[in-house]
């Protein structure tokens, strides 16, 4: 995120504090690493670069927390498999021999969105200064936030309204479309590897967006942001004609409007898609 | 040899009998128990679009045909959403079992040019996707630091993850791809 999308992580660091939750940095992080590409290459190295950050996380004394829904499957993941299978400390502290990585797996992985979905859309509601009446918002959860359901703490498995519910707070509308609970067809190494069937998903799922009249996407994660973002650009290009301008949001961005922000504070300015359409129905 | 009206015949020598145990080995530990309900190509978004067929790899693989699946693309069009491992009715990691073939096709030399070059960013810089001159820029302008305090910032952090990539395997399996 911090590589890719500085807007969303400017986002996140001017909302987060305003609900009382102060972040640090976790610093000589590396890539988490990507659960689709690495971890599909040689899974031990997504392994034991994924448990050197969460045990930089647990040297410092906090959980670690990601905006990331990739970075979090990658750490939820990884808990998991040490957890479960105690032999593979054992099999990483020879990797992390001379160096100073101490790993109890104590630790906890946490998401921003997780984070806020604690405090609840009532905290949510408290915090809104602009309320974002008339807004369509068509919200886009992305798989790795909710799957595998086992390793993630939400309380259901499926149909899933958590988020839903926060971008209600906001006073704007979570409008319902067709398929919304499909993948974003980026993950995987999809994207990189199978561009074309990786812009063939994201299509499927902006055609069913368009079709719903939504002013903008909202989602929770920077590979899902990617996509939206830039697959638009290029079905428009290959089309020639601006047919996807589908504004897309990360919840941070969303919330800070409702907080009376200024778009810019929240890098609004600085997307893809063109955000103004959005905001000129907020100003309007 | 396949046409509309004879079976495929598979042959003695394109079986391994041992590829089936790898995947269970690895953490697929109930494909065995696979059913070929289907479960897992109806509800996978790349198999929707596509001639993917998750039902159809999982066969291949419970018959041993390691070289045919390690080879051949489609293992490659898992988005890895995980609904095919939520949905299974035998409860198998389909997901996982995906992401224990890539790895031994990996091993194998069948890696795509681009995922070589991402692994390339992050030996070199601890980020599959490293930080750019545009984004630096968009930094400043937002208020950030310009470069952020990762493996990026940080001289020793970078050197132990390079010094673990080593200790992996990983610099070298990645190296061995570049004559495939």
Redesign the interface.
């Known amino acids: 995120m911090?590589?890719?999308f500085?807007?969303i992580?400017?986002s996140i660091?001017v909302v987060l504090p305003k609900l009382g939750i102060f972040l640090d940095?976790?610093?000589?992080?590396?890539?988490c690493?990507?659960?689709?590409?690495?971890?599909?290459?040689?899974?031990?190295?997504w392994l034991?670069?994924a448990t050197?950050n969460l045990a930089l996380a647990e040297m410092s004394g906090h959980d670690l927390i990601t905006g990331c829904n990739g970075c979090y499957s990658t750490f939820k993941e990884a808990l998991t498999e040490i957890r479960e299978h105690p032999g593979r400390l054992r099999e990483l502290q020879?990797?992390?021999k001379d160096?100073d990585?101490k790993f109890k797996g104590k630790v906890e992985a946490r998401h921003v969105i997780e984070a806020i979905a604690d405090l609840g859309p009532d905290k949510i509601r408290s915090v809104v200064t602009k309320k974002l009446e008339g807004i369509k918002v068509g919200v886009h959860y992305g798989?790795?936030l909710l799957?595998?359901?086992k390793n993630r703490p939400w309380k259901k498995?499926?149909n899933h309204t958590f988020l839903d519910e926060l971008v209600e707070a906001t006073g704007a509308l979570s409008t319902p479309y067709k398929d919304k609970n499909?993948?974003c067809?980026?993950?995987?190494?999809?994207r990189?590897?199978?561009v074309e069937?990786?812009i063939?998903?994201a299509k499927?799922k902006l055609n069913n967006l368009l079709d719903a009249g939504v002013d903008c996407i909202v989602n929770v994660c920077s590979f899902c942001h990617l996509q939206y973002e830039t697959a638009q650009d290029m079905m428009n290009e290959e089309l020639g004609e601006k047919k996807y301008n589908i504004p897309v949001l990360y919840y941070t961005q969303l919330l800070g409007l409702a907080m009376g922000l200024d778009p810019s504070e929240l890098?609004l300015d600085?997307h893809v898609v063109d955000t103004k359409p959005l905001l000129d129905k907020i100003y309007g | 040899m396949t046409d509309d009206t004879s079976f495929e015949i598979i042959d003695n020598d394109d079986i391994d009998s041992d590829f089936v145990d790898e995947i269970v080995k690895a953490g697929a530990d109930r494909i065995r128990t696979c059913i070929q309900c289907g479960t897992c190509s109806a509800v996978c978004p790349s198999g929707r679009l596509t001639a993917f067929r998750t039902r159809e790899v999982i066969r291949k693989a419970l018959l041993g045909l390691k070289e045919e699946v390690l080879a051949s693309e489609d293992i490659w069009m898992c988005s890895t959403c995980y609904t095919c491992l939520e949905r299974c009715p035998r409860q198998i990691k389909v997901t996982d079992a995906i992401l224990i073939m890539r790895n031994m096709a990996v091993k194998h030399g069948f890696m795509l040019p681009e995922h070589r070059k991402t692994s390339q960013k992050l030996i070199q810089t601890g980020h599959a996707v490293p930080i750019d001159d545009k984004n630096r820029g968009l930094r400043k302008e937002l208020g950030l630091d310009e470069v952020p305090p990762t493996t990026h910032a940080d001289e020793k952090a970078l050197n132990d993850v390079k010094e673990i990539l080593k200790k992996t395997g990983f610099q070298e399996l990645i190296e061995s791809q570049e004559g495939q």
Request: glycine share 14%; proline share 8%.
């Open positions: 911090p590589n890719r500085p807007n992580e400017a660091r940095d976790l610093e000589g992080a590396s890539c690493p990507a659960p689709g590409v690495i971890r599909s290459f040689d899974e031990l190295t034991a670069l050197r020879k990797v992390f160096m990585i798989c790795h799957k595998p359901s498995t499926q499909l993948c067809g980026a993950g995987g190494g999809v990189a590897g199978q069937l990786s063939d998903i499927e890098g600085t």
